[in-house]
């Protein structure tokens, strides 16, 4: 199954998202947020699974938009 145009729009916003979040705990110190480790693991998950959605739809059928 391919994504759509608006599915792949949808998820690359996402991932633009995760990294503004990133980028903003990086300025961040840890004191300041106890869970900060686990915060980065969880988006680093949330990232990954975004792009396998985005590179298994754009695998199945590359020509499509």
């Known amino acids: 199954m391919s994504l759509t145009r608006l599915e792949r729009e949808i998820i690359t916003d996402s991932l633009l998202k ?12 840890e004191i300041e947020i ?3 480790n686990e915060i980065h693991t969880c988006l680093k998950s ?4 975004f792009r396998m959605a985005l590179n ?9 938009r």
């Open 46 to 49: 949330a990232n990954a699974s």
């Open 56 to 64: 298994s739809g754009a695998s199945q059928n590359p020509t499509k």
């Open 18 to 29: 995760i990294q503004s979040i990133e980028a903003s705990l990086d300025q961040l110190n």
């Open 34 to 36: 106890i869970d900060l």
